[in-house]
């Protein structure tokens, strides 16, 4: 039987930061129709993350979310979570496998990081404790006046990265979601990570074209995912411009938005 992938970035996409009691409505409302379509039309929901899966667990109960996607990908989609049958997720052992293809160390990053600030008389600034294992790293670079010059600097620390066969993901942070102003998120996976990585993997798992998936994002980090699938939208609440010029917009904003761009989804594959 044929799949249907709809895909979401998580906070400030699928996740409101700001969720109020007078929001649950539309959330509810959302959820059931996920509910519906995985249930009716073989539909395979997936959040692509760039938050720790802990993170994530907390923030849904926040929000008392009740559906919980098929599939989870943390930590910038390095790490991936399957929902069994009981309504617990595992971690998917065959993407970890994909994923630690290449070597990945703290001491690696730090090294990059350190020749970066020495370069540049810049600091990268942590966002969070690291655990003993990592498969992300973040950081907070803040703005040095001059936009292009910040992305002629960060594109410089992925080409150093790059060398070694570690990633770099960078975009304007969102205060929206807790990040500070006027600064970008820096993130370091094994180069066997990131959101595109994990659509490709999806997609070969359920053999699904990319012109068939339907996706939602906010951010900068959402951008090479959306322009490699067939029915991209960014969020009206998106508070980055750029992204918005380059993508369709979702009618309206968080969980009514979303609702209502899968249910014109639903019916359209139903006609087909």
């Known amino acids: ?17 700001a969720t109020t009691k007078e929001d649950i409505p539309d959330l509810r409302k959302l959820e059931e129709t996920l509910e519906q379509a995985v249930k009716n039309d073989n539909v395979i929901t997936a959040f692509l993350s760039g ?8 923030k849904m109960e926040k929000a008392e979310m009740k559906f919980k996607p098929q599939y989870i990908f943390s930590d910038l989609c ?14 998917y052992k065959d993407y970890e496998e994909a994923v630690s293809e290449t070597p990945f160390t703290k001491e690696k990053v ?3 990081i350190h020749n970066f600030e020495k370069k540049y008389d810049v ?17 907070y670079f803040y703005s040095q006046g001059s936009q292009n010059e910040d992305i002629k600097m960060l594109e410089d620390l992925q080409k150093e990265a790059a060398s070694f066969d570690y990633a770099v993901h960078f975009n304007k942070t969102n205060p929206l979601a807790g990040d500070p102003e006027n600064a970008y998120d820096v993130n370091f996976t094994p180069k066997n990570a990131g959101k595109l990585f994990a659509v490709k993997y999806l997609l070969d798992l359920f053999d699904v074209p990319a012109t068939e998936v339907l996706g939602f994002g906010d951010s900068g980090n959402d951008e090479t995912y959306l322009s490699y ?10 508070t980055d411009d750029e992204m918005k010029e380059q ?6 904003d968080y969980y ?10 639903l019916k359209k594959i139903k006609n087909d």
């Open 1 to 17: 039987m044929k799949h249907h992938l709809i895909l979401f970035d998580f906070d400030e996409t699928y996740y409101k930061h």
């Open 110 to 112: 730090d090294e990059i």
């Open 78 to 91: 390095s790490q991936m979570y399957q929902l069994d049958d009981s309504g617990e997720y595992h971690e």
């Open 229 to 238: 699938i067939g029915h991209p939208f960014v969020m009206s609440n998106s």
């Open 51 to 58: 938050s720790i899966f802990p993170n994530i667990m907390k």
């Open 247 to 252: 993508f369709p917009n979702t009618k309206y």
């Open 123 to 139: 600091t990268l600034y942590p966002q969070r404790e690291y655990r003993e294992k990592e498969t992300l790293y973040e950081f």
């Open 256 to 265: 009514k938005g979303l609702d209502d761009e899968v249910k014109k989804y």
